[in-house]
């Protein structure tokens, strides 16, 4: 058997059952709208919605036919009490506008939804309900309930309780959890009730669990879920978002623009009557007309008059009012505070407090304020809209005044800037505009005319000194023209009678003391001869400047501008004077000339060879390259060497000049060879130089005794000096050119050497080791060293044999080792200045410099290809050879 509950707690139950059906609209907005619904609607229920603002968008009175409906602006139907719709029910929506007295109506149709049967196959199985045991009951319960409580909900049985005595039991939130102890349950009955009121706000719903159980504890049943809701009351008021709201709206704003928003919240039941709010405006300060309205849905403040004007009223203060319950009068209330600036706008022009100005003014007076004009401004003071732009319209086309603001008190301040002339214009009438910074507004653009202001300024006479007009004043004089020569000069006039009576003249400056100038005529004479090659800057203007001073001492400066005509004086000259040419790679080389007169007097010019002695008429030639250039060349059997060549060059207007030439004509590669060359030929050698070179030949000398010495001691014994110990000069077996003989330290073997390509190098030393004799000779071969030649066994020559020989005094190993170190150290030390730094230009040491080098090579033998290297011996003077002689007798 079912649970039961009492008549009270059913009533409440359909409200979790109802359900809406699908409405559907037709296709114009104020026809025939149909709507499917339960054939039982509760009161306070949405039925649906009708488009109200298709079918009449300025309605503002909005009724129904049928009391048992509700229509509000949103077109939103609800149900104001319980309707029975079994046969269909129909009522009507009246919409007018009471401002223009139009009205619509839309017909609303209820139609009960229709459950379709269908119908079963024969073959199907007979499907019967089972009786439930105990099911959930819908139950409901009043949010602030007055009570009296305990407040009986429902009752709960079980079936089982036909069979077994059952106990009921409950848990859940309000029972054993928060809140605490607000349903119980009668154990026996099963009675539910609840024991306080509740806040819908704080629960809406309550899932309980009921249990029934028999008196040994066994579960007659499954638990039952049992939810408890609570119906909302309208309890809460509608709360705006911010007390007070601040918007800002300039003064020239347009009908229905938007100044800001309004929003309110409820806590009550969305999508209730509780929670729908309408927003309105209760009052207005300071009093007006309505200027602003609100939308009664969204809150949007709009403006819907034009009378905002900051100078009269800067800030307005709106209560706003939203009420739920769509805005009826048993809704609950909430307000707010809105504050509108007004901000300003252009709408006010600057206007002149007077619209015609007098001033005098004295002439030749600049840089000096004559005036100032005041406006008037309504708009916000130290603002674009405020702050003037004044403009001189007319009368100002020479430039003479200038206007400008004055930033603190906004007037415009009148200047003269170039001084005004009484005997040209007595009066100057000028026309002054004046806006403000901003642009003004369009409509107020439309039907204000610039202001404007006339002003008019008097020019008072000055007595004023001479007039040098114009300032620069132009002469021309012949160019070598004889001294005392006589010639207009500068002019000077008296601005109020322009007569030049009376008016001195005097020279302040000239530069090259040229011109002498007459005091009374102003008139220039020459007092010396112009060059105009000489001034400075050349071929331009020789300026002097000129005074000039009336009775009354009041003066003028001005400036008499000197031309000076060009002479043909100067003959062209060539330049430069030495020319170096490299054979063969340089074929020729060109010259060119410059003259210092004027283009008339010079280009093109002609060259030609001065008088040229027969040597150089036969080898050098000349031709044109242009205008200002020629060519000289040369045969090329030339000999390389300098050669003095005379040309002359003539110019158009017969000017000539010779200049004799020095060609250097080089066998080089690069012009700069050469010159480098000539510089070291006339270079002086340095003192340490020469010691270096002193004690150079110091060297070579005591090298050359110790070969001498050896070879008069070698012949004494089979051929050679007998006393070989007591030798000093080398030994050379070299019988004849292109037969060389290479000797080895440690050999005794002749090897004959016919490389005739490379240079004439060698060694000295003579000594025995490992009891044969040991000859160091002069070998021909670039890349043969001292180290090289130790490397081979070779002997001096056949006719010397294995005898013992073994009579020198040193070795060549202890001769080399003694020699090497003090040699270096000496060439150190040459290779010093007075503070013992390294100065290249002593001893300078050579490197091999690649092969194919245009410099030739610079090693000892590189011109001694073909020759003896021992020819040098048979001159070495009367003092070396008796010192060999001398040797010889030894």
């Avoid at 199985?125 to 309930?145: G, Y």
């Avoid at 499954?222 to 709206?249: A, G």
């Amino acid at each position: 058997m079912a649970a039961a509950a009492p008549p009270g707690a059913l009533r409440g139950a359909p409200r979790l059952l109802l359900a809406l059906a699908v409405f559907s609209f037709a296709c114009e907005a104020c026809e025939k709208v149909i709507f499917h619904t339960p054939s039982t609607l509760e009161a306070e229920r949405l039925v649906g919605r009708v488009n109200l603002v298709e079918c009449l968008r300025s309605a503002d009175r909005v009724q129904s036919s049928d009391p048992a409906f509700r229509v509000f602006r949103d077109g939103s139907v609800y149900t104001a009490s319980s309707v029975v719709v079994v046969d269909g029910r129909a009522f009507t929506i009246w919409l007018s506008d009471t401002r223009t007295q139009a009205q619509e109506q839309i017909t609303v149709v209820l139609q009960p939804q229709k459950k379709g049967l269908r119908k079963r196959h024969a073959r199907e199985t007979v499907l019967r309900r089972a009786k439930r045991r105990w099911a959930p009951i819908p139950c409901s319960m009043q949010e602030n309930s007055l009570g009296p409580f305990p407040l009986f909900l429902q009752q709960v049985q079980s079936d089982a309780a036909q069979n077994y005595t059952i106990f009921y039991t409950i848990s859940g939130h309000g029972v054993d959890q928060e809140p605490l102890n607000l349903f119980f349950i009668e154990k026996d009955t099963g009675n539910l009730y609840c024991t306080r009121p509740v806040d819908r706000e704080e629960y809406d719903v309550f899932d309980l669990i009921a249990y029934a159980t028999t008196a040994d504890g066994y579960s007659a049943d499954l638990p039952l879920p049992l939810p408890i809701r609570v119906e909302d009351e309208n309890d809460n008021h509608p709360v705006f978002t911010e007390q007070v709201y601040s918007f800002e709206v300039p003064e020239s704003t347009k009908l229905g623009t938007s100044v800001g928003q309004v929003s309110a919240t409820d806590r009550d039941e969305p999508d209730t009557m509780h929670t729908r709010l309408r927003y309105s405006i209760l009052s207005q300060t300071p009093r007006s007309p309505g200027l602003f309205a609100v939308h009664p849905s969204t809150g949007i403040l709009t403006l819907v008059a034009q009378n905002l004007d900051r100078e009269v009223v800067d800030k307005y203060e709106l209560i706003m009012k939203v009420q739920d319950m769509d805005g009826q009068f048993f809704g609950l209330v909430g307000t707010s505070t809105c504050s509108i600036i007004v901000a300003d706008s252009n709408d006010n022009p600057p206007v002149f407090r007077q619209n015609a100005y007098e001033v005098s003014v004295e002439e030749n007076t600049y840089n000096v304020e004559i005036l100032r004009l005041s406006v008037e401004d309504k708009d916000l003071k130290n603002s674009a809209n405020w702050r003037a732009n004044f403009t001189i319209l007319k009368g100002n086309e020479n430039g003479n005044f200038k206007i400008s603001t004055d930033k603190d008190t906004n007037e415009g301040v009148l200047c003269v800037v170039k001084p005004l002339d009484y005997e040209e214009n007595r009066k100057v009438v000028l026309e002054i505009g004046v806006a403000n910074e901003a642009p003004f507004t369009r409509d107020l653009a439309l039907r204000t005319p610039a202001n404007r202001a006339e002003v008019t300024v008097h020019v008072q006479n000055q007595d004023e000194g001479p007039e040098c007009k114009p300032a620069a004043q132009h002469v021309r004089i012949r160019e070598n023209a004889a001294v005392g020569s006589r010639m207009n000069g500068y002019k000077a006039y008296d601005p109020e009678t322009k007569s030049s009576s009376g008016i001195r003249y005097k020279k302040l400056h000239d530069p090259n003391g040229w011109i002498s100038i007459d005091e009374i005529s102003g008139s220039i004479q020459t007092s010396k001869i112009l060059d105009r090659e000489t001034s400075a800057p050349r071929n331009e203007l020789y300026n002097v400047t000129v005074l000039a001073i009336d009775q009354d001492n009041k003066s003028c400066t001005g400036t008499l501008v000197v031309s000076i005509e060009d002479v043909n004086d100067n003959a062209p000259e060539i330049r430069p004077d030495y020319v170096t040419i490299c054979k063969p790679k340089m074929g020729y080389t060109d010259i060119s000339a410059f003259d210092a007169d004027e283009p008339i007097h010079g280009a093109p010019f002609y060259f030609s060879l001065a008088n040229p002695t027969p040597e150089v008429n036969k080898i050098w030639t000349l031709s044109k390259v242009n205008d200002t250039a020629a060519r000289l060349s040369y045969q090329k059997n030339a000999e390389a060497k300098e050669y003095y060549i005379p040309v002359t060059v003539r110019d158009r207007a017969g000017q000539s000049a010779t200049k004799t030439l020095r060609v250097n004509l080089c066998d080089c590669t690069h012009p700069s060879q050469c010159q480098m060359t000539a510089r070291s030929a006339g270079a002086s050698l340095g003192k340490w130089a020469i010691l270096a070179i002193l004690l150079g030949l110091a060297l070579l000398s005591s090298v050359l005794l110790t070969l001498v010495c050896g070879v008069v001691g070698a012949r004494k014994k089979k051929g050679f000096p007998e006393d070989l110990a007591q030798q000093n000069l080398i030994i050379s077996n070299t019988e004849a050119p292109g037969d060389d003989k290479v000797c080895s330290a440690n050999g005794f073997m002749t090897q004959t050497v016919n490389h005739s390509n490379h240079g004439f190098c060698g060694t000295m030393g003579p000594g025995m080791k490992n009891g044969g004799l040991e000859t160091i000779e002069m070998v021909k071969g670039g890349h043969h060293t001292l180290d090289s030649c130790r490397g081979h066994h070779h002997t001096l020559d056949s006719r010397v044999g294995h005898g013992d020989m073994d009579t020198s005094r040193y070795t060549y190993s202890e001769w080399h080792s003694f020699t090497q170190p003090r040699l270096r150290e000496k060439l150190h030390l040459y290779n010093q200045n007075e503070d013992h730094l390294s100065s290249q230009d002593y001893v300078l040491s050579y490197h091999y410099e690649g092969r194919g080098s245009p410099g030739g090579s610079v090693g000892c033998c590189s011109d001694k290809q073909d020759e003896e290297g021992l020819d040098f011996l048979n001159q070495l003077g009367s003092k070396f050879t008796a010192l060999a002689e001398a040797c010889t007798k030894r």
